[in-house]
């Protein structure tokens, strides 16, 4: 399964840099990376020097000075890859660059494919599936909430909790198979009500980490709002002052496309994806259901629903669009009443808002769109409406989809166990299904698994890593 | 002079990439480090750790990990700037790049300015100003023989030449001033012969120096090419054809707009500019003057000129134009003819081509562009027109606009010593022209200059530089 060639690759952002950094592992990285690298001064080789130690020097090529470089060592099995690496830390010219690969790979080393560098790392031991699954969702983060579910999972968050619940399963599994070799003196090692417990247990376990995916999967791309209300309450003055917060890190992120730029924001932290309600809009009564109908479908994918209402209208009128919305909510999504324009609104309007019976999933918020009055309020509604803080405390939440898709088997199976226990099934049966809950927890580690699967995960990597 | 406060920076490129390196500089720079890492396993402290060693750990704040990181550390006065650097090495994430910078200016760094790396080199004594302005250039090189040029420089090229000058200078003004202080007895300890002699010499090498900007810029920005012709004589599709010859490096340059991408192509590793000469062409024969006294202001600008001519048309009617073009050239000037569609050409054209003399700044080229035939030929005679081999093979080309306006007044000075010298005027006189020639050389090198020259000089630099 391991590749015995030197790769090598430019790890750092593509383009025109201060500095750029190309990197080689593998057992020839040092004597390939020698053969066009020397000290002007001391004529010092890199072969022989120590571990993770730095060489100021020139690269050349056919005598020819291509740049001053600093040459870092790394060496197996201390080292990312867990091989030998170089890194070149050059001037940032393309120019540059792209010489010093070229004369790389004339000396034997090789372009390394999207995420090689992690995948070696992965084979040779380094950093289990899952872990190195995480490497990427550490380069593409880019908030605070989602950087900090993915270096968790880098660091091994993820692995553990998985690695915890196989134990438990691997000594239910090594009970229930002795009895079989013992089936005719129809012995019971496996306490069945000890068991039955324990699988209660594990399928809480697997279940909430099933669940988490949702919110996992909401932190890691943008937690889903919709913004809804009729023309002319306030709404897009609402998301321009909200999309105006704080675009700082989402328009630096090269390859984000203008769209998303416009609809991801990251506030206080947190990112957030407002998406596109156009359709829920109520202009003349007579043709409102058939617009509503067409767009519930998006609202069933929002999290948080911001009902924008106008306190320039009477509370009547509001509370009818309230309890539409309402009825069309689920108890899992949180809905915040924004009501718009307080600073000119019917007294009456907002007074009876203020006393206005709010469940569990509901907020309330009084603001002036226009005047930024209020927003404060409002995000801190949101940004508590998914307990966040609370959610990125917990080392283990499921950010990945192959990890969903895994989870999902994996609790189907650990179900069957259970409906097995109770319906007092043989061994044998009961041991095949947690053998199979069992492959996939090892799926998602990388200890079964095969080449089709690896090449999948590591082709969304950028080449160097 | 000396600012003593550390500075930090983003070195790598803007944006996602595998890694990124964050550099610090300045005498706190790793007591600052220290302040925000510790390695999990050992807890070792970067205090204390040996010079270009390097040391993987956590980055983290306020106990939460920020990334995992290999930080590298140079000691003053062995660093790039002379003063303890540190540089951290993180996944690329545009998050965690930021963050880092944040923690690292809350512990006590400073955002570095553009170019301030490199400007403590030059004020710690770690290379002169030549050598700091061909790091800019090093870093903006696309090309093979502009990045050859900056290379050169950076590696102190230009600073040895204008070194050797200097000391001939002063040994001169030495010699002259010493007659300053026997001046009542009128001796003459300066040769005045030799030093005829010596400022002929220096002379002759400050002029080259001064002519060599104008190649020196041309390799750096792209050779001037002017394409000339009758409409439809095939123009464009020869410029497409040398477009699509070598486009890959131009493109990949960020910051480079759309119109230079179409105009700057590297062929063989040279950067040629083509300009737009659509304003030479020969439609109407009454209006044809005015149009192409109009443009000829464009073709002095260029350092080759292709003619292209069609080879269906009449001998007579090809030789006129190739007359008309020669009579507006200059000497200095590389004239290509290239004879167009030779595939279905009028055989007497060619043939009476085939003959035509040329003199030793012209080139004839048969060619037939849409179907790519002796596009080679072209391209040799080009590459050849401007002898760059042989241009970047000498190690001293101007190639900096600060350079050669001093060079210029450098020049003019050394001219007045030739004159004053042969009027014979008197020693003082002598002195101050010699030291005002010195002066300049200087300013060059940077031991004499002024704030503002710095700061116009490192602004335009890259941050993290």
Known sequence: MLDQSTICAISTSPGVGAIAVIRLSGNESIEITDKVFRSPKT????????????????????????????????????????????EISCHGSVYIQQKILEVLISEGAQMALP????????????????????????????????????????????????????????????????????????????NRTELQKLTEKIEVLLRNLKDSFQLGNAIKNGIPVAIIGETNVGKSTLLNALLNEDKAIVSDIHGTTRDVIEDVVNIHGTAFRFFDTAGIRETKDHIENLGIERSYSKLEQAAIVLLVVDTHNSFDLVKSRIDKIRGRMDTKQQLIIVANKIDTGLPTTIQQLEVLDLTDHEKLVFIAAKQKKNLDELIDYMIHAINIEAATQQDVIVTNARHYEILKNAHTAILRVLTGLEDGITGDFLAQDIRECLYYMAEITGEVGTEEVLGHIFKNFCIGK
Do not use: C
Not at 132 to 158: C, P, T, W, Y
Not at 182 to 188: A, P, T, Y
């Open 115 to 190: 995420g090689e560098f992690t995948q070696r790392a992965f084979l040779n031991g380094k950093m289990d599936l899952s872990q190195a699954e995480a490497v990427a969702d550490v380069i593409a983060s880019s908030n605070a909430a989602a950087h900090k579910l993915a270096i968790n999972q880098m660091r091994g968050g993820f692995s553990k909790e998985i690695g915890a619940l196989r134990e438990q399963l691997l000594h239910f599994t090594a009970m229930v198979e002795l009895e079989l070799d013992f089936s005719e003196e129809e012995v019971e090692f496996a």
């Open 43 to 86: 004529g010092k080789f890199l072969i022989g020097q120590a571990a993770n130690s730095l060489h100021f020097g020139q690269l050349f090529y056919h005598d020819e000075v291509i740049d001053e470089v600093v040459v870092g060592l790394f060496k197996a099995p201390h080292s990312y890859t867990g091989e030998d690496i170089v």
